[in-house]
């Protein structure tokens, strides 16, 4: 099954220390050249390299207000998103 949800969105949460969450990423998934590789595969260790590159300096293409702020990026992951045919997620177990 070829994913066709619309996966563009990204997001952002200030926690209450200063620091900032972000993710997303989805368009990295749509130009991959490893896109099979994110296609049914439950493995939660592989992680797109595009799309850790798409977070280094986020905050600061995104927000005129961070464009000069000094960011460290402390940890990134990944996680599986499962879809059923008519393209809402479910949840359970994906193997």
Known sequence: MVHTI???IDYISVRDDGSLIVGGGGQTYKT???????VDNADDSYF????RQY???YA???YKSLADAK?????TWTGC???????????????
């Open 48 to 51: 797109p390299e595009e799309t």
């Open 32 to 38: 991959s050249p490893n896109r099979e590789m994110m």
């Open 6 to 8: 619309p996966v563009e």
């Open 60 to 62: 600061n293409r995104n």
């Open 55 to 57: 977070f280094v300096g």
């Open 71 to 75: 960011f460290v990026n402390d940890y």
């Open 81 to 95: 998103m499962g879809f059923t045919e008519d393209g809402f997620p479910f949840v359970g177990d994906l193997t």
